[in-house]
């Protein structure tokens, strides 16, 4: 079982920058493929970014690609996304994931969520 918690939420004028962190209980973390997702009321929960566990290879959604980026810290069980240049449109409920194997970028795969953190952008 691995417990997901955010943190780092908050409220930011567009243009500022935010680090969302997650803290995860288990010992076998460094395997794990992380990822963050974000959803708005009223719309369906999107992928946003994502870790691998062995290589650290990474993948972003096109709405965020070279304005956040996703790491890890395997010694602190820790992962991050800094979210940088921030637009109104980045407000949303933010997510941590985490499963074992499979595509990075596929949603429904994943077994383990947080309870999310919000970000709230303002123009």
């Known amino acids: 079982q691995v417990q997901l918690v955010e943190s780092g939420g908050g409220l930011v004028q567009a243009g500022g920058s935010l680090r969302l962190s997650c803290a995860a209980s288990?010992?076998?973390?460094?395997?794990?493929?992380m990822a963050w997702f974000r959803q708005v009321p009223g719309k369906e929960r999107e992928f946003v970014a994502a870790?691998?566990?062995?290589?650290?290879?990474?993948y972003y959604a096109d709405s965020v690609k070279g304005r956040f980026t996703i790491s890890r810290d395997n010694a602190k069980s820790t992962v991050y996304l800094q979210m940088s240049s921030l637009k109104p449109e980045d407000t949303a409920v933010y997510y941590c994931?985490?499963?074992?194997?499979?595509?990075?970028?596929?949603?429904?795969?994943?077994?383990?969520w947080g309870q999310g953190t919000q970000v709230t952008v303002s123009s």
């Open positions: 994931a985490a499963k074992e194997r499979g595509v990075p970028t596929v949603q429904y795969t994943y077994k383990y």
């Open positions: 288990g010992r076998t973390f460094s395997s794990y493929i």
């Open positions: 870790i691998s566990g062995s290589t650290s290879t990474t």
